[in-house]
């Protein structure tokens, strides 16, 4: 019997991967915010943002169908671009990783903020940031190994509570929140806040690149990686848009002046009991993926420096196994960008870092089939219509970004250019 065959993804471990891996805190702690500076056309931003994701995750599934090798967006673009654009696109998968960190860890004081009042105090809240993160780098570089446990945790203890919160609060919706529907959407479509507000929900909709990235683990990936990728981005979105909804018509203008909006609807039909419970649930998830996120994020730099784009050092493993200078620079940066910024900013950030990511994903499909002479296994369908769809909407994305944000953007690009040619350099001289 072969058993590398039957320890292959099925269609539904597939689809329940790309579940896990999209819905996240973004669910849980943006919807405020996007109803705050829109209002009701939040419900377009979803669909625009799904659409995107949807375009997006099929370039990563075509690309991946060319490689054996898992690498992600740092290997498709090496092979269409060349290895300084290869480079650049590693550093900001670490990038990600890092800020992604960061952002959770500050996701996660937010509802526990919502707890305990005390804690939305600047000086407590770095404080927090700083033992937090020095916490799971201790227990990283310790080589404890979490991830299956985490990973059960994560999935029932985020979808549990939404499910709860659907199939409830549907029937607590007060439709005269609604009014007039058309004349708020057109009003602030055309808006100021209307691209800023796309940007910042897209973040609930990244994580759909791990899907095309297991593509080596799945049974018969030219026709269940497609098919997974749709059903995943339909059903987020699905269940997103359903979520905006009941948080529009129980809570109504109130959801932009709340923190925690899920808990806070919750609390309109299950009282006290249900914000606990939604906050308590949302805190394990969102923990989960905290500590998940310390374990992958050194794990770029390990990648890069095992393909000789890093000193071979931060590669170098210690007493328990883990690498430790990795562990050390990646924990550094986090606390750092933690401190810094609160959880809108760091979810902001990080969709910058994405793009910066996908986009050159979203080209790669188009130079790969006229570089390469072998078919992908899977190809898009539409000629090049939808690879150019993701990058221009991505684009529009990125010019969205405040100077702030695009500032840090450029100085991870700079300090990447800096890096590979000091590196370049080192290789001659040895």
Sequence with gaps: ???????????????????????????????NKVYKDVGM?????????????????LCFAECASRFKENGSAFLYSKAAFGNFMGFEVGIFTWFIGIVSWAAETQGFLTILNSLFPTLNDPIYNKVLVIIICSLLGLLN??????????????????????????????FYIHLHDFTPFITQISSNIFSSNFGSATLLIFYAFTGFDLLAVAAGDMKN????????????????????????????????NNLGNTAVPIASATA????????????????????????????????SVVAMSENNYFPKKFAKVGKHNT???AIFLSTLIVIILGTYGDFIFLAGLTVIARLVEYIPTAFAVIVLRKKLTTEPLYKIPFGITIPIFAILVSLWLLSQATLEKILFGLGGLILGGILYFYFIKIKGKN
């Excluded at 997974?228 to 809570?251: K, R, T």
């Excluded at 998830?285 to 992958?296: N, P, R, Y």
């Design 41 to 57: 056309t939040s419900i377009i931003v979803i669909l625009i943002n799904a659409f995107l994701a949807l375009s997006l995750a």
């Design 268 to 299: 309109k039909f299950l009282g006290n009991f249900g914000f606990l419970f939604v906050t308590i649930a949302t805190l394990i998830s969102i923990g989960g993926i905290t500590v998940a996120l310390s374990f992958i994020a050194p794990r």
């Design 141 to 170: 570089y310790s080589g404890v190994d979490f991830s299956k446990i985490l990973n059960n945790i994560i999935t029932v203890t985020k979808l549990i509570p939404l499910i709860l919160f659907i199939s409830i609060g549907v």
């Design 1 to 31: 019997m072969d058993n590398s065959k039957s320890s292959k993804l099925d269609f539904w471990s597939i689809f329940f991967l790309g579940v896990n891996s999209i819905i996240g805190s973004g669910i849980f702690l943006l919807p």
């Design 323 to 325: 690498p430790g200078l």
């Design 221 to 252: 990936p030219q026709k269940n990686l497609p098919k997974a990728i749709i059903s995943v981005i339909c059903f987020c979105s699905f269940f997103y848009l359903i979520i905006m909804l009941i948080c529009i018509g129980i809570l109504g």
